[in-house]
């Protein structure tokens, strides 16, 4: 058997080729050939729920002699305010140094950029 065989006849005198679907398969007036659109991207509510997901992950951590299950955000708040307290915060590029020592370096820096 062909393929031929398995098709349905068109009704009446409509020929199906190239640029011509059945009938059956039209578009019908008035809707939409994508009905439901393209689906939204959801990126920004992908990542925030991963964010959190994460940030709220359990971790193990050790203070002292104990070890200790909390939040992921919990311990790196911990570990940023132990480092704060301690006059270890972390300095972004290009900002000048506040604190003991401080005024030794900036002068460094700025002979340097001085060339002298």
């Known amino acids: 058997m062909t ?12 020929e199906v080729g190239y640029r011509k679907p059945p009938v059956h398969t039209r578009f019908r007036k008035g809707q939409s050939g994508n009905p439901r659109g393209r689906p939204r991207d959801g990126g920004i509510e992908r ?13 193990t951590v050790r203070e002292g002699d104990k070890v200790v299950e909390m939040p992921a955000i919990r311990a790196v708040m911990r570990s940023h305010l132990r480092d704060a307290l301690k006059g270890q915060w972390p300095q972004p590029a290009g900002r000048p140094r506040l604190g003991p020592g401080a005024r030794e370096s900036d002068q460094g820096r700025e002979e340097r950029h001085r060339g002298e």
């Open 47 to 59: 990542t925030r729920r991963i964010v959190l997901e994460e940030a709220y992950r359990k971790v």
């Open 3 to 14: 393929k031929a065989a398995h098709r349905p006849q068109p009704a009446g005198d409509y």
